[in-house]
């Protein structure tokens, strides 16, 4: 499975951002994509999964301002953010799992939040 991630950037404080992410290869059976970031000196954190089926759960700090959403069709996940902080500065990692419990990791995308 390849994840291909895009949509990040630099965005002021209380901006919007949309990040899109792709699958492709063996990608049958993919149960659960999302994303997790990472910032400078910290530990890689959840942000958002959805499942095929539609369930959903977020990290507690970004519960309210981000939408994770599905497109099964296209094998393509994504991530509304809005109401943008700094602290949201991070390396943002798209992520799938089969129910195997196998996982992939995309490259990554820099989100800056700055002014």
């Known amino acids: 499975v390849q994840l291909q991630a895009s949509g990040g950037g630099l965005v002021q404080p209380g901006g919007s951002l949309r990040l899109s992410c792709a699958a492709s290869g063996s990608i049958d059976s993919i149960n659960l994509m999302g994303w997790y970031r990472q910032a400078p000196g910290k530990q890689r954190e959840l942000v958002a999964v959805?499942?095929?089926?539609?369930?959903?759960k977020y990290g507690d700090s970004v519960k309210g301002r981000f939408t994770i959403s599905r497109d099964n069709a296209k094998n393509t996940v994504y991530l509304q953010m809005t109401s943008l902080k700094p602290e949201d500065t991070a390396v943002y990692y798209c992520?799938?799992?089969?129910?195997?419990?196998?996982?992939?990791w995309g490259q990554g995308t820099q989100v800056t939040v700055s002014s």
């Open positions: 992520t799938a799992v089969k129910p195997s419990g196998t996982g992939y």
């Open positions: 959805i499942t095929s089926g539609g369930m959903t």
